[in-house]
């Protein structure tokens, strides 16, 4: 609830999200260039062994081709694989001669009576007689060949031979293909084990932070003194530092407490001897120094309390039991008030807990439950609940069923010393009391109307979990 301190923070994302986001950034970029170069390599392996077997076809085709007396092309032997001898069968080769002349007899009969047509990949090889050219042609049942091309001379004076030999590259592409889906797959499976992996380490790794942030909590909610529990070596120097800084803000508020007692003392002394003095006299002058030494000791009474109250807003692990404290103050303002008939009603579950000073509690609840006894008619009703805003609160709601103020004299009754009707006894310091006691633990009080008719007064103050005790 302090203002100042929230100013200060900013939230920039979970450390956890982030590390887990990170981790799986880099594994899933590393698997998806794993799938790519498996992928890659395997279709490499797949066209090899396909190269692999066009190779020997045409070095077979090479080695059985011969010219005869009259000049003409033909092959003493054909190869033994029957698919060559099935039409459209996806496996073909053929003889030509770099004029463009193809034989019928030196085409494999899957051919039937069509050519592939090399177009580029003959003249390709023809400027580099024996060297393999390797490209794509389509086939005579439209499909997509690998074809192998190599120009070669028979004799001297000839012109060049084209040997090819060709093969359906489907097949090929469909292994390719199915390795790929088959390989994102798998990584895909892997990136979600990785996942739960990375998160399950990630929460195991930052185990420590949190049990150390409960621990925090634990202090500041006043369930314990100081930071303990087992933590690793990374953490222990910011255990020891946080429970160094705890007992230096003990020292301080203890500090400040003597302080401000020894200040009671020294100004509480004088100022009685002279409101003593001055009515032990009679007279006009003797009456004034009485007023202004009640007045004086009301003003230091308001400021201590207040300083105190400070000093206890700044110490942590303070609690105090609010449904306790509350009852103990209804049941009080019962018995001062049986002779007006005032009708004090509570309404407060059990284990509500104040972060703070039980005695500040008293002094905020008490004087707002005073002040409405004072001025209602027969009915008082006090209401404490806890909500959850940015942080747990204690909402108080004092109402009476008196006569009530304005919008204006809301604001004007909690300036210090101003009251608006002197028939009821005071100094006009209790709302204002109330007010700065409030604004020193972060909290706040407004005024307004109330369902009874008269004075509503909302007081809102931090809160802690329930106790332990009570919880059970």
């Known amino acids: 609830m302090n203002d100042d301190t929230d100013d200060s923070l900013t939230q920039s994302g979970s450390l956890a999200r982030r590390m887990?986001?990170?981790?799986?950034?880099?594994?899933?970029?590393?698997?998806?260039?794993?799938?790519?170069?498996?992928?890659?390599?395997?279709?490499?392996?797949?066209?090899?062994?396909?190269?692999?077997r066009l190779d020997r076809v045409g070095e077979s085709l090479l080695a059985f081709v011969e010219v005869d007396e009259a000049g003409e092309l033909f092959i003493t032997q054909q190869p033994t694989d029957p698919s060559y001898a099935q039409v459209f069968s996806g496996r073909y080769w053929q003889i030509?001669?770099?004029?463009?002349?193809?034989?019928?007899?030196?085409?494999?009969?899957?051919?039937?009576?069509?050519?592939?047509?090399?177009?580029?990949?003959?003249?390709?090889?023809?400027?580099?007689?024996?060297?393999?050219?390797?490209?794509?042609?389509?086939?005579?049942?439209?499909?997509?060949?690998?074809?192998?091309v190599r120009a070669i001379a028979i004799e001297d004076g000839d012109p060049s031979v084209i040997i090819a030999a060709a093969e359906d590259r489907r097949p090929a592409d469909a292994n390719v293909t199915r390795f790929a889906i088959t390989a994102?797959?798998?990584?895909?499976?892997?990136?979600v084990l990785l996942a739960a992996g990375v998160w399950f380490q990630v929460r195991v790794g930052l185990d420590p932070v949190l049990r150390m942030g409960r621990a925090v909590a634990s202090v500041r909610d006043g369930e314990a003194s100081k930071v303990a529990g087992s933590y690793p070596s990374e953490l222990m120097p910011l255990a020891?530092?946080?429970?160094?800084?705890?007992?230096?803000?003990?020292?301080?508020?203890d500090r400040a407490r003597t302080h401000v007692g020894n200040l009671a003392h020294a100004l509480k002394t004088p100022i009685t001897v002279l409101g003593n003095e001055a009515r032990s006299h009679e007279g006009a002058l003797?009456?004034?120094?009485?007023?202004?030494?009640?007045?004086?000791?009301?003003?230091?009474?308001?400021?201590?309390?207040?300083?105190?109250?400070?000093?206890?807003?700044?110490?942590?692990?303070?609690?105090?039991?609010?449904?306790?404290?509350?009852?103990?103050?209804?049941?009080?303002?019962?018995?001062?008030?049986?002779?007006?008939?005032?009708?004090?009603?509570?309404?407060?579950?059990?284990?509500?807990?104040?972060?703070?000073?039980?005695?500040?509690?008293?002094?905020?609840?008490?004087?707002?439950?005073?002040?409405?006894?004072k001025w209602a008619t027969s009915a008082v009703r006090v209401d404490a609940q806890a909500l959850e805003a940015d942080e747990l609160q204690l909402r108080i709601l004092v109402e009476d069923d008196g006569p009530g103020l304005d919008e204006a004299a809301c604001a004007q009754v909690l300036e210090r010393g101003v009251r608006l009707d002197e028939q009821a006894p005071g100094t006009g310091l209790g709302l204002a009391i109330v007010t700065d006691l409030a604004r020193a633990y972060g909290g706040q009080l407004e005024l307004g109307r109330s369902a009874l008719g008269g004075l509503a007064a909302t007081l809102t103050l931090p809160a802690a979990r329930r106790l332990k005790e009570t919880a059970r």
């Open 20 to 52: 887990v986001s990170v981790a799986l950034i880099w594994a899933l970029g590393l698997m998806i260039v794993g799938a790519v170069a498996l992928t890659i390599l395997f279709r490499q392996t797949v066209f090899s062994a396909l190269d692999d």
């Open 96 to 148: 030509s001669t770099g004029e463009g002349d193809a034989r019928e007899d030196l085409a494999s009969p899957s051919l039937a009576e069509n050519r592939i047509q090399l177009d580029g990949l003959k003249a390709e090889a023809m400027s580099e007689p024996g060297r393999v050219v390797i490209g794509n042609a389509v086939g005579p049942d439209s499909e997509p060949l690998r074809v192998h």
């Open 184 to 191: 994102f797959i798998l990584f895909a499976i892997f990136a």
């Open 240 to 253: 020891g530092e946080l429970n160094s800084l705890l007992d230096h803000s003990r020292e301080v508020v």
């Open 286 to 373: 003797a009456d004034l120094v009485a007023r202004q030494t009640d007045t004086m000791s009301a003003q230091v009474e308001h400021h201590l309390r207040r300083a105190r109250a400070a000093a206890n807003a700044q110490a942590i692990g303070a609690r105090a039991p609010a449904s306790e404290v509350l009852e103990d103050l209804t049941r009080t303002l019962r018995k001062i008030y049986a002779r007006r008939e005032v009708q004090v009603v509570l309404d407060a579950p059990s284990g509500l807990v104040f972060r703070g000073e039980r005695q500040d509690l008293e002094d905020l609840a008490g004087n707002l439950i005073d002040n409405a006894c």
